[in-house]
């Protein structure tokens, strides 16, 4: 594996936002996930959960419900009033209509995806019908009552809607327009305990039974033609935020303010007998704050919390053998690019959601064993922090190989700065005159001899940006793909000698440039994954790939074709456990001194790869380097094979070789976040 000098990085301060609701798309198996500050991401299930859209957040704008209607189009609503389609080609909100009822609280829509129901602050559901080719018609006011709706559900018929507030359960006829029913949720408590009960989630069986869980810590079941209560459980203390029910409405997954989720079956009440009942089956504990959001898929159950975590639990009686399915799941960082590398200048560019810091790395003068701590004789230094002007959340930014150039952009403005060092003193100097076509820029890449930057944008064009001295910049093409898509860029890779740019768009296809004519000199074979990460070798410019199912493809650009080291790996296949991974390559590097030897890593562990070993096959033990080393020097030897892996470094934001023997590392450590998020609710605890 070889010896590195590692810059272990730590200060980092980033805080990933809380989930605040979910919505699943059984067609085409992505989930959907709104975050407390805006910010919307979409996963695929299909190519191994991978985050394969992020839309940044906006300060003005709270997303509290999310909904997937006429197939493939998502839908927001919060507290802005707004409903509010997402584009997931360009990125961004496409359109946005008023809800004319305050604040909206819940959204749901109907199981043909035709129409939208929405709770609002002033008591009132309206419809709306979602119009083809985008965008949502008012249709229909229902009866309004006192108080805001918190939370909505269609009877799968859509004759019907239940609707949850404060104290009370309302059946509404869609039809009519008028109450059907109304359920007082707190009729059952003495009248000297009662206080005021919050519905928070509500769900509509084809039975005609109406769930509800509610700030008491109950899950109650209700017939909601006669309006009686059909059984209840308390499951927690504190309040049940949020349920959700199975397609097949067998089983239902239920999140507390405690961080605990439930999962209760209908289950029979005796062997072979007809009459059936809620039990609550299983409780599971992987979250330190409210479970504000849950999802049931067929194999599946899926939470978020405020801990900002995403937590997949397989329903392990569905699985039907052990692969991606089978694993517990907890995501909690980005599977994008934060971290930016100047490795010239040994700085480090952070990404926060409304500013960066730039940071340079300490040093020392001291050398050591393996394992040892070095003392450092410069301390690392915060040199610079940027702050974003205006409530848009920032999409990407980037710093030049030399330390002089940042860049950044929002949905709407495009920035570049550039940075004088004189000494240990540094300022900065935005630069004017930047060429509007630019806007928005979805990843963003310096050259390796920071005289051009690379600008991704939408419908799979590169822009390509001079940047000049003493501080200016000049748009030079504009690069297309031949066959033309929708999609946004949002991944680049530059060769070092200039002559190659390798761009991959939303429908994961990979086009390379050639930046000597600019033009389009191939496309790599499409493949049936997400691509993680990329990068071209600086010596051999070969392409190389890693894509959401772990699979990892060395395509040579000046020949067309993938190279005999990539057909030999699917010839012969990758190691098992190395498959199984459950987290994505996002970050991959090359040795300079070393051409056989490649940088990969994801959150849990660091790799390099060494193409002049053979490959393991899965009777061998793909083991971590820290295990390989207490061996023996003949047993040492039977292990030898290309996959060197370390999991000292844990979670990993970001790896990269500064020179052929130094190393920079970020990490951000669970606990360190932990300790920025609120307290969680109080509970007690044996001997206290």
Known sequence: MGEFEVHRVRFFGLVPAGVRC??????????????????????????????EKAIPGHQTRSVEALCWAAGERLFGAGLSGDI??????????????????????????????????????????????????????????????????????????????????????????????????????????????????????????????????????????????????????????????????????????????AGATYQFQLLPVKAGGQEKRWVRTKPFQHHTHDVRAVVH???????????????????????????????????????????????????????FSQHLELWRLGSTNKTGKDGETLPLSRMPEHLLQLKSKGPEHIYCSCVSPCGSWI?????????????????????????????????????????????????????GSVHVVQLLEPGGCKHLHTLRPPTG??????????????????????????????LKHFKHHCTVPTYSCAVTALAIHPTTNNLFISYSDQQLFEFSIPEKQYTAWSRAVQNSGLHKLWLERDSPITHIAFNPKNTSQVLLHDVYMLCVLDKSLPLPD?????????????????????????????????????????????LVTVERPALDISAQLPPPVQQKKFGT
């Open 22 to 51: 979910m919505a699943y798309q059984h067609n085409g198996r992505r989930l959907a996930l709104a975050r407390t500050d805006g910010a919307v991401e979409v996963y695929n299930f299909a190519a191994n959960y991978y985050m």
């Open 84 to 257: 509010t389609e997402y584009d997931l080609e360009r990125l961004r909100p496409a359109r946005a209509v008023d809800g004319f009822g305050g604040p909206i609280w819940s959204m749901a829509a109907n199981n043909d995806g035709t129409r939208l129901a929405i709770g609002c602050e002033d008591g009132s559901v309206k419809l709306f019908q979602v119009v083809p080719g985008g965008g949502v018609q008012f249709e229909k006011n229902l009866d309004r009552q006192k108080g805001r709706v918190l939370c909505l559900s269609w009877h799968p018929s859509g004759t019907h809607l239940a609707a949850g507030s404060i104290d009370f359960i309302r059946v509404l006829d869609v039809h009519s327009g008028r109450t059907a029913q109304r359920i007082m949720v707190n009729c059952h408590v003495p009248k000297s305990k009662k206080r005021e009960c919050v519905v928070w989630s509500i769900a509509f069986l084809s039975s005609g039974t109406v769930i509800s869980s509610d700030s008491f810590g109950r899950v109650q079941f209700w017939d909601w033609e006669r309006g009686t209560l059909q059984d209840s459980h308390t499951v927690s203390s504190s309040a049940a935020l949020s349920l959700a029910v199975s397609e097949k409405e067998d089983s239902i997954v239920v999140g507390t303010s």
């Open 297 to 351: 898929t067929p194999t599946a159950l899926i939470s978020g919390g405020l801990d900002a975590q995403l937590v997949i639990r397989p329903l392990m009686e569905k699985v039907q053998k052990k692969g991606y399915d089978a694993a517990l799941r907890k995501f909690t960082l980005p599977h994008r690019r934060l971290v930016s590398c100047a490795r010239k200048a040994r700085l480090l560019l952070f990404q």
């Open 407 to 459: 860049a950044y952009s929002t949905a709407s403005r495009f920035h570049l700065y550039r940075v004088q060092h004189e000494g240990d003193s540094i300022s900065v100097k935005k630069v004017p005159g930047v060429p509007k076509l630019l806007l928005p820029a979805y990843q963003l890449q310096c050259a390796s001899d920071s005289g051009r930057l690379f600008i991704a944008s939408d419908r």
């Open 485 to 514: 898509t929708r999609e946004a860029v949002y991944l680049l890779a530059s060769s070092a000698d200039g002559n190659w740019l390798a761009a991959v768009s939303g429908d994961w296809e990979v086009h390379v440039y050639s």
């Open 618 to 662: 899965d009777s061998a033990v793909l083991v971590n380097q820290s295990t390989l080393k207490q061996l023996s020097e003949p047993a040492r030897r039977r292990q030898l094979h290309a996959f060197k892996i370390c999991k000292k470094f844990q979670p990993l934001l970001f790896a990269d070789l500064l020179d052929e023997r130094c």
